[in-house]
């Protein structure tokens, strides 16, 4: 590897370079998440980052910091050609766990998946602040990234006590976590865009054990719901939308007593080679036929009904629920040591995802049930095309500028969030089952509701309508841009989705 200290004084020429570079997503190549950069970098220590950034601002040239890649779309960067990205992989140290404290450091590189294993093995846990396996916290605090809870912190940023950021300066900045001071509520969600997260002290507890359970419920028993009242009792817990045979899946997950035998590892993303292939015929032969897509939908359907678990000592599936163990595991998982993740297998997918009000959330489904029987009254009925269903996920209010479970007076947003996240199949040719469906949801969606986008999971399109109809609370934004012009007053921290909302 080059010393991108070395290549940060080399900034100002490397981006006359006309060789494109891409970063892609967690789907792999031909999914870019950053189309056309000058140079990817891999620092492997805070002070190549400090150099690198020093290099840029003297050239005046746009930078970005990536992690795990967990953007669905092409907006982590900025369109600007000369765009120099550094990766925070090599940055990877845990160290100093405090359980007095109950507080462990880490680098910007950090998984969670790497950090839930150092600290189980230290009988700690980070708690519910948690998302998926291949995800830095770096990025997620960054992003506003968030488990579903209504009644614990799950944002990410709530288990974050200081951040070390390295400015548009390149000075490396330390802030301790001040719920009353816009500069760590703007930190907390900052899309990546007050500079680089560098290390983070975390909030940590005593190891323990979750049960999961799960329930079949009829569509027309949720839509009628308390759904607040469904989900607040639970340390955490979802919902699994299939609309095409009128089902939900009631997930939910709470503590037991570590003396549990149970020790379960979920299965989240990976599949078999025979489940791919199979997957593969219904779902391709459905951007065609809704018949097929009834059928792939059932097959989920039955699939998702039974445990995705395993035990973790002998690999042996769970068949039947609640089943239980440590928390990270039961309520993340991983992959199975024999399979593969979906898009390995040559499985991918759109997604959108909006949070709404969890006090308008009959409204919000009731509404998206008309959109279905409107579609399959034209002939085109909608089902489910991914294995899990729409995910409904919930958020407890964490007042920061950015995130999607801020408060804002628009709406009551005091009782949390519900995050409608609704993924389809994207065919082999890049197309989808009626494609203009989920493109007229999304409009009626953002034009009707209060509401906010999450900000890896939605394409430009989507962006550009949650611009149009005014969904971002404009006096947070000029809060969280008085912060930046303190911190990045040249604004070479740069992405799509900043320069669309103007920030």
Excluded at 101 to 130: K, M
Excluded at 207 to 235: H, R, S
Excluded at 324 to 347: R, S
């Amino acid at each position: 590897m080059i010393h991108t200290r070395f290549l940060a004084c080399l900034v100002p020429l490397l981006t006359q370079s006309v060789r494109a570079l891409v970063v892609n997503t967690f789907d792999g190549e031909g999914f870019p998440t950053c189309a056309n950069v000058a140079q990817i970098l891999y620092p492997t220590s805070v002070d190549e980052v400090v150099s690198i950034v020093k290099g840029a601002a003297a050239s005046n040239t746009p930078v970005r910091a990536l992690g795990g890649g967990h953007s669905w779309y092409n907006t982590s960067c900025s369109d600007d050609p000369k765009t120099v990205v550094f990766k925070t992989e090599y940055l990877n140290k845990i160290s100093n766990l405090n359980m007095q404290e109950g507080t462990v450091d880490i680098e910007a590189g950090v998984t969670f998946l790497q950090l839930a294993n150092w600290l189980h093995q230290q009988n700690a846990s980070i708690g519910y602040t948690l998302v998926n396996w291949n995800i830095t916290i770096a990025g997620a605090i960054a992003m506003g990234a968030h488990r579903s809870s209504l009644r614990e912190d799950s944002m990410v940023a709530a288990g974050a006590l200081s951040l070390d950021i390295v400015n548009g300066k390149g000075e490396l900045v330390h802030i301790d976590r001040d719920m009353n001071n816009d500069t760590w509520l703007a930190a907390t969600t900052s899309l990546g865009l007050l500079g680089a997260i560098v290390r983070i002290k975390f909030k940590v507890r005593p190891d323990f054990k979750v049960y999961a359970d799960q329930k079949i419920l009829d569509e027309k028993d949720v839509l009628n719901a308390d759904i607040y009242g469904m989900i607040a009792p639970y340390a955490t817990a979802n919902l699994w939308w299939w609309p095409g045979i009128k089902k939900f899946h009631h997930r939910f997950y709470d503590e037991v007593a570590i003396t549990d035998p149970g020790n379960s590892l979920q299965n989240t993303f990976s599949i078999s080679q025979f489940d791919a292939t199979a997957a593969e015929l219904l779902l391709e032969g459905g951007l065609k036929s809704p018949t097929l897509n009834k059928i792939a939908e059932a097959t989920f359907f039955g699939i998702w009904s039974l445990p995705n678990f395993r035990d973790n000592t002998t690999q042996l599936p769970i068949i039947l629920w609640p089943t239980t163990g440590y928390a990270y595991p039961v309520l993340i998982g991983g992959l199975y040591p024999d399979q593969k993740p979906e898009w390995e297998m040559g499985l991918h997918g759109y997604t959108f995802e909006l949070a709404f009000p969890v006090t308008i959330a009959n409204q919000v489904l009731k509404r998206i049930r008309q959109l279905f029987d409107e579609s399959a009254a034209q002939g085109r009925p909608m089902t489910s095309t991914y294995r899990s269903g729409i995910n409904l996920k919930f958020g407890k209010a964490f007042p920061d500028l950015l995130s999607q479970v801020t408060e804002t007076g628009e709406a009551d947003w005091s009782k949390g969030v519900m995050m409608y996240d609704h993924p389809s199949y994207r065919g082999k040719n890049g197309g989808r089952y009626n494609d203009a469906f989920y493109h007229n949801l999304a409009k009626v969606l953002i034009s009707e509701f209060p509401c906010r986008p999450h900000w890896t999971k939605n394409s430009r399109e989507v962006f550009q309508l949650v611009k149009e109809h005014g969904k971002l609370d404009a006096g947070h934004l000029q809060r969280f841009e008085a912060v930046r012009a303190q911190f990045d007053p040249q604004r070479i921290f740069k992405s799509y989705v900043g320069e669309t909302f103007g920030m």
